[in-house]
């Protein structure tokens, strides 16, 4: 182990003796299955990329395993969203399958991928989730977080409250107003220390996926107003970065699947002291290539077109 790697885990240890909760936040895995690739799917290229289904889940298979055996091992995992390619059965029941070979609990959020890219998704996810969530023995996520139009929901870890809220439609660029009314009625009931997972980022990151964050000013309004949320996690962008927005932490994890301008990746973060006192993102190659193992401390870097510019 690189000694710059020692002095990541030496600090992340040290927060944890000090009372540190220690996530581990893993996104846009794009689990799928070996069926036949009609070119005319739009998820097509998804399995261009990479065609063998059971090197895509061997990857996530590895990072639960590398997860497990960390020291100090994180107090819980966040899957971020877009777990699965088209939100098939097949695909669920592989995801859960490797999600409770893991020691550590775990939240569910959904993304694009998972449904809202299609009528049909949506229906097929909530019905795997639905029939596969009594069995779970490490999943956090309620069954009532699955309603009609996405998987919502409340939870607490020790002092921190977690509010989750599925992706927002690419057309809106925001939540559905059912799943928006409600998280503004959590933010203004509570105070409590509160850590924001959405799948869309508000902030952009500087690739092809701009395009597609969440676009509700509004709603960031009255994130910022609350006072009580001390970060905001998010994936789909397939690139990592860490920014300071009116002194919230936006952290926007890579995909453990692919990177787009970037290498594919996770997150570890610790959270201390109600606010952010250490985040990590682990490198990870691209499928089917090896490499060292690297691990990097992200810098908050406070948000702007130059500093979008500058990587
Ligand atoms: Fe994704
Ligand atoms: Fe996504």
């Known amino acids: 182990m690189a000694p710059k790697q020692n002095q990541v885990f030496e600090e992340i240890e040290t927060a944890c003796r000090d009372g540190a909760l220690l996530i581990a936040y893993v996104s846009d895995t794009h689990l799928h299955q070996d069926e036949p690739i009609d070119p005319a799917d739009p998820d097509h290229q998804d399995y261009a990329a990479n065609p063998d289904p059971d090197v895509v889940s061997g990857r996530l298979r590895m990072i639960l395993a590398e997860l497990d055996a960390t020291v100090p091992r994180p107090h819980f995992l966040v899957f971020g969203g877009d777990m699965t390619v088209r939100g098939r059965r097949g695909e669920w029941q592989k995801f859960f399958e490797i999600a409770e070979t893991s020691r550590i609990p775990y939240h569910l959020s959904l993304g694009n991928h998972d449904h809202y890219e299609d009528e049909d998704r949506w229906h097929h996810s909530r019905e795997a989730i639905r029939h596969g969530l009594p069995l779970l023995k490490m999943c956090r996520t309620p069954r009532q977080a699955l309603t009609d139009v996405g998987l919502y929901y409340a939870a607490r870890e020790g002092p921190w409250r977690l509010l989750f809220v599925d992706c927002p439609d690419a057309i809106t660029k925001t939540l559905e107003p059912v799943q928006r009314r409600w998280l503004i009625s959590q933010l203004t009931s509570s105070h409590a220390p509160t850590i924001l997972v959405i799948h869309r980022p508000f902030l952009k990151v500087g690739n092809r996926l ?18 009580c949320v001390r970060l905001i996690l ?78």
């Open 234 to 311: 998010s994936g789909h962008m397939h690139k990592a970065r860490a920014w300071l927005y009116d002194d919230i932490p936006h952290l926007i994890s890579s995909s453990c699947y692919n990177g787009m301008d970037d290498e594919p990746g996770y997150k570890l973060i610790c959270m201390k002291d109600h606010g952010v006192s250490l985040t990590v993102t682990r490198y990870l190659k691209e499928l089917g290539e090896d490499g060292p193992v690297r691990y990097q401390q992200d810098e908050m870097v406070p948000y702007s077109e130059a500093a979008l510019q500058s990587t």
């Open 210 to 227: 701009d395009a597609f964050t969440t676009h509700d000013p509004e709603l960031l309004e009255s994130i910022r107003a609350a006072g």
